[in-house]
């Protein structure tokens, strides 16, 4: 396929939902349009990294690969979130893999060591180096920003104000009061299949009925038409027949609904998928979200996170109710994977064309 088919069935997406076609499949199988993607959408602009209680304690780190380039997510002794190119400034080795808690980042091949501030602290055999100025051999360094919870990283020097890219953002999502709100799991896997697909079946309602009939479809009800938003974002509410985050034979262990929360937002969950890899679903009590990173054109990394209000937590009888929750969405995945793979191998083929 050329550029310019390309661009002309792109165009075809544009129109309003009633008339638009769907992304071409050559969007989810080609690696040469992940090329363009990962220096258009994960380059440039803001991408998530998770959310900022991953990191808790000073030397948590996580080493993640945002298309292809290697990060180190790391909070420092003074508190701060930090994030590193994950390559070290004497031979370009990796530093950490993983996750964990450390006190230096020392590079396992020659031992250049640096602290949890990126300075360059040990250099064994260095000190000869005619005009070798340790000051100017640090990690390199990104921006970070924090927004209730959510944590962002940019590859840009001066990357848009993070206010403008989530606009209200804040608006339709305070009521939860999510800023505080605690991780209490995180796992990671991989999924073969585009990481395009597997945002995209996390946001729509369509296949409830096919793929879920008999664990989750029962609960979701024709959800509210999606919000008009000034964001990198899109956001839809609905109601449910009780807790999203749970099964129906173990609604009895629902947890208190998040302090504050009034009206339908206590009987309901929003779905809000951050341009362009970051969605989450918020519930009455709960929140579950994963974060898509393409390996290539058809498989990517995924990090699911769970997320629960501070005074549920605090419950006596918490750990025992929230493994509820864990079933429960676990078993909604495990019923979505078999239908994306399927969906990639089909995507896969040459013969495959554009949908409504």
């Known amino acids: 396929m050329s550029w310019n088919e390309l661009r002309l069935q792109l165009s075809a997406v544009l129109p309003d939902e009633n008339r638009s076609l ?5 969007c989810y199988a080609d690696d040469q349009i992940l090329a363009l993607e990962q220096n258009a959408v994960f380059h440039h602009g803001w991408v998530g990294l998770g959310r900022t209680d991953r990191w808790a304690n000073a030397g948590d780190y996580s080493a993640i690969d945002i298309a292809g380039v290697p990060l180190i997510v790391l909070r420092s002794k003074s508190g701060a979130l930090k994030v590193f190119a994950n390559s070290c400034r004497h031979r370009g080795s990796q530093l950490l893999s993983g996750d964990g808690n450390c006190n230096k980042i020392k590079c ?4 250049w060591t640096y602290d949890l501030d990126g300075r360059l602290k040990v250099y064994p055999r260095m000190e000869n180096a005619v005009d070798f100025d340790p000051d100017k051999f640090g990690l390199v360094e990104f921006v970070v920003a924090v927004e209730q919870g959510f944590v962002f ?5 001066q990357p848009p104000a993070i206010a403008d890219w989530l606009g209200d953002f804040e608006r339709f999502h305070q009521p939860w009061g999510i800023s505080h709100w605690k991780t209490t799991r995180v796992r990671e896997f991989v999924v073969d299949c585009n990481w395009k697909a597997f945002i995209e079946v996390f946001n729509e309602y369509y296949h409830l009925p096919m793929v879920h009939p008999d664990s989750i479809n029962w609960l979701y009800p024709e959800p509210d038409s ?19 985050a749970l099964m129906q034979d173990t609604q009895q262990f629902a947890l208190p609904s998040a302090q504050g929360l009034q009206g339908r937002e206590a009987r309901g969950t929003r779905y809000t998928w951050i341009y362009p890899n970051l969605t989450f679903a918020l ?4 929140m579950w979200m994963y974060q898509a990173f393409p390996l290539s054109a058809n498989r990517c990394r995924v990090i699911q996170t769970i997320c629960f209000p501070t005074g549920s937590v605090a419950l006596d009888d918490f750990s025992e109710r929230a493994e509820y929750y864990y ?8 019923e979505d994977l078999p239908f994306l793979l399927r969906q990639q191998l089909g995507l896969n083929s040459k013969f495959a064309r554009q949908g409504r």
């Open 327 to 334: 079933q429960r969405i676990d078993a909604a995945l495990d």
């Open 108 to 111: 396992p091949f020659h031992w």
């Open 283 to 286: 519930s009455q009590d709960s």
């Open 153 to 157: 990283t940019s590859f840009e020097d």
């Open 22 to 26: 769907g992304i071409p499949p050559a």
């Open 226 to 244: 999606i919000d008009t938003v000034s964001g990198r974002y899109a956001t839809q509410f609905g109601a449910t027949e009780g807790a999203a």
